[in-house]
């Protein structure tokens, strides 16, 4: 009885031990023989962003798992439009895949935007729950429902600040200021709900529209904030925390379907194994980057009552939610049971 145990565990093992090796074999004859295939992959973010360390890794790796089949034409930092005008040319086949703000998918699916009510993420931790949970799989769900876009994956990139030319700690100093923002609808109310004027500026002009006083501040990750130089022309940096903004990597939905299994699942893998890292990456960066703006001149400040800012808050998220619909104030409610 012992010796047959033993045999059939044995056998186990050498089937366990062939099986892998044919997995093996047979991943290593695929990209043999699989047809090249080249992505055509442009955004709006500079190449000294955080944001784009994840993307170069993930190109790169894909490049060289895939037996240098799998190659890109690759067209960073605006070079092909603005992030908004990238998303539309996704969407309608013109590129193949682009990078931008999650928020942006709310152009696309209103839905989107409960992922950046004002102050409803209230932390890293929290904003980290979210992504990893299967809330991202309905927000999927919607969108290639409701577009022609496939989000491959999503990834932190940082809490959202308000960089100005003078200084903000409260509701009362925010009175009046012209914050440049997306042209996007809840960014618009987050701006109006703090007692600001929004106007909606192309990110690639916002350097210039703070140097000539078309506005007076913009709201954006310091992993932005910093590289892109803005402190030096708007030295007052509000740790705000309106907003834990994260970024989505989206495809054509045809392009997307047309790949081979092997080819989606060594996309999606590859990046999905870097966000984690990158995620680290962002939260460190963040204590850096405020130590560097008070290096450089420019005046780091919180807010003198931050419970009283984000109550002035509050009633906007269930009554936007409801007013999308049954599934988004279910989405909402899940994710506020996630705050700690």
């Excluded at 928020?103 to 839905?111: H, K, W, Y």
Aim: charged share 20%.
């Amino acid at each position: 009885m012992k010796k047959a145990l033993a045999l059939i565990l044995a056998l186990m093992m050498v089937c366990s031990l062939f099986s892998g090796t044919v997995a093996f074999a047979d991943d290593a004859s695929y990209w043999e023989t699989a047809e090249p295939i080249e992505i055509l992959f442009a955004h709006g973010y500079a190449g000294s962003e955080l944001a784009v360390e994840l993307v170069d890794e993930w190109m790169a790796n894909v490049t060289e798992k895939s037996q240098g089949k799998i190659t890109w034409d690759y067209h960073p930092g605006g070079s092909m439009g603005s992030i908004t005008e990238l998303i539309e040319q996704t969407d309608l086949g013109a590129i193949d895949c682009t990078l931008t703000d999650t928020s942006q998918l709310q152009n696309f699916c209103d839905e989107y935007a409960l992922l950046f009510y004002p102050f409803l993420i209230q932390s890293y931790d929290h904003q980290v729950k979210v992504l990893n949970s299967d809330i991202m799989d309905k927000f999927n769900e919607i969108l290639v429902n409701g577009s022609n876009l496939y989000a491959l994956g999503y990834y932190v990139n940082g809490v959202r600040n308000i960089d100005t030319v003078k200084k903000i700690t409260n509701l009362e100093d925010c009175k009046g200021v012209i914050l440049r923002v997306p042209e996007i609808q809840v960014y618009k109310d987050v701006a109006t709900l703090l007692g600001m004027s929004p106007v909606a500026i192309s990110y690639s002009e916002v350097y210039t529209a703070l140097s000539t006083g078309v506005c007076e501040g913009f709201e954006c990750p310091n992993n932005s904030i910093y590289p892109g130089g803005y402190h030096k022309v708007a030295p007052y940096i509000l740790k705000s925390g309106h907003m834990f903004s994260s970024c989505a990597l989206e495809f054509n939905k045809d392009v997307w379907a047309g790949y081979p299994e092997e080819v989606q699942n060594l996309l999606k893998d590859e990046f999905m194994a870097l966000t984690e890292g990158h995620a680290k990456k962002i939260i460190d960066a963040d204590e850096e980057y405020y130590r560097l703006y008070a290096e450089e001149g420019a005046t780091v400040s919180e807010w003198d009552d931050p419970a009283e800012v984000a109550a002035a808050c509050e009633s906007y998220w269930l009554e936007n939610a409801e007013a999308l619909g049954p599934e988004a104030l279910e989405i909402c409610n899940e994710i506020i049971a996630m705050r700690s």
